[in-house]
């Protein structure tokens, strides 16, 4: 069973940057795919960015251009780089251990508890 820990979330003003970082307790070299989502006040949760074993990147339009994720096997770790942020950002951000196809980013059932990022305007 794999544990994910998020962190690095907090309060920033509009054009800020942020870095999270999920940590897994075992190893992820082998796991197919790794995503980040997030879950606005009253919305549902929704992808933000997913990435593959192999380097292979899906984003949502409304983060493409702005938001990197980026994952180290060796040290088990997924990372989302979150520049130029916007009120529309702000959420409860969660890493997912999922399945990268053709077809898009499937979440798996792992999550970890969510890290809060808030963006001012």
């Known amino acids: 069973q794999v544990q994910l820990v998020e962190s690095g979330g907090g309060l920033v003003q509009a054009g800020e940057s942020l870095t999270l970082v999920c940590a897994a307790s075992g190893s992820i070299s082998s796991v197919n795919g790794m995503g980040w989502y997030r879950q606005a006040p009253g919305k549902q949760r929704e992808l933000v960015a997913g990435?593959?074993?192999?380097?292979?990147?899906t984003y949502a339009d409304s983060v493409k251009g702005r938001f990197t994720i980026s994952r180290d096997n060796a040290k088990n770790t997924v990372y989302l780089q979150m520049n130029r942020l916007r009120p529309e950002d702000t959420g409860v951000y969660y890493c997912?251990?999922?399945?990268?196809?053709?077809?898009?980013?499937?979440?798996?059932?792992?999550w970890g508890q969510g890290t809060q990022v808030t963006v001012s305007s």
């Open positions: 990435i593959s074993s192999g380097g292979y990147r």
């Open positions: 997912n251990v999922g399945l990268i196809t053709g077809g898009g980013y499937y979440p798996g059932n792992y």
